[in-house]
């Protein structure tokens, strides 16, 4: 059965960098587009970013261009997030999703999804 663990989270200063993981299986990994959602308290979840099966697109949310970077390895199933830079408003809980026939913004383009791992940016 599909199952999509993250991990990396924690507690970081503002200014800070983490790097979250998502260690994906029971699915063939290389032939799906993966995502990255946050969802802070008493707010939707919503995009962070999104890779291609073959990582040759990528698009990020607004808000974190350039200072967040999407990565993946085919050979060891796992989508990564380096957060560098980190604000306080980016402190939520951030799940990696598997794509079912595309990818992008839409978390109806995604099926799967992990239970998320807590990211905290102190000020």
């Known amino acids: 059965q599909v199952q999509l663990v993250e991990s990396g989270g924690g507690l970081v200063q503002a200014g800070g960098s983490l790097r979250l993981s998502c260690a994906a299986s029971?699915?063939?990994?290389?032939?799906?587009?993966m995502g990255w959602f946050r969802q802070a308290p008493g707010t939707e979840r919503g995009f962070v970013a999104g890779i291609s099966w073959s990582g040759s697109s990528i698009d990020y949310a607004d808000s974190v261009k350039g200072r967040f970077t999407i990565a993946r390895d085919n050979a060891k199933n796992t989508v990564y997030l380096q957060m560098n830079t980190l604000k306080p408003e980016d402190t939520a809980v951030y799940s990696c999703?598997?794509?079912?026939?595309?990818?992008?913004?839409?978390?109806?383009?995604?099926?799967?999804w992990g239970q998320g791992t807590q990211v905290t940016v102190s000020s």
């Open positions: 999703a598997k794509s079912n026939t595309g990818w992008g913004i839409n978390p109806f383009s995604y099926d799967y």
């Open positions: 029971g699915f063939t990994f290389s032939r799906f587009g």
